[in-house]
């Protein structure tokens, strides 16, 4: 017990622990330096750009991109430009640092046609609305059906289950007056 309390023991511990600290202290500044934490740049905007565009800012910041998502189209942008980006601009990332970014697609997607016919106006439009296709205009003939879709019309041309059209088309119904012929 005498050991851990003479000189030699204090001594001992003393120069382990200086040792240990300035081990520790290199090991920080060598990763400090080796992880290249001091080259950082500024993320800048890309939202809104076009994709040569986009390339030419990157390459510019010594950054690198990828698209991870162009299946949304949103008309409030250009076709092919830059939606979304992650991270955001105006933060300091190290070089080289991939920007993950979200384009805006050429159009919308395509979606094909249910069986809407001999369906309520009802069902009808509900079902457009999930497939994200707007109700144009409606006309009545003279069917015992009231409000039953008789004919489905896209670009004034009749047309049936399984065809295919874009999303945000304008669909036209003939639907039934209840008026026997």
Do not use: C, W
């Amino acid at each position: 017990m005498k050991f851990f309390y003479s000189r030699a023991f204090i001594k001992q511990i003393f120069l382990a622990t200086i040792i240990f600290a300035v081990i520790v202290l290199f090991s920080i500044i060598f990763l400090f330096f080796y992880t290249n934490q001091t080259s950082k740049v500024l993320v800048p905007n890309l939202i809104g750009y076009s994709m040569e565009d986009v390339d030419q800012i990157i390459k510019k910041n010594k950054l690198r991109y990828e698209v991870i998502d162009s299946s949304f189209f949103d008309p409030d942008f250009e076709k092919k430009t830059v939606i979304e980006q992650i991270p955001q601009h105006s933060l300091s990332v190290k070089k080289n640092r991939k920007i993950y970014l979200t384009i805006n697609p050429s159009s919308y997607g395509n979606v094909v046609l249910p069986n809407l016919i001999q369906l309520t106006k009802r069902n009808a439009e509900s079902t457009l609305s999930a497939l994200e296709l707007e109700i144009g205009e409606i006309s009545y003939e003279d069917n015992i059906g009231k409000d039953m879709v008789l004919k489905v019309l896209y670009m004034d041309s009749e047309i049936n289950e399984g065809y295919i059209i874009p999303k945000k088309s304008k669909i036209d119904f003939v639907l039934g007056n209840g008026v026997k012929k």
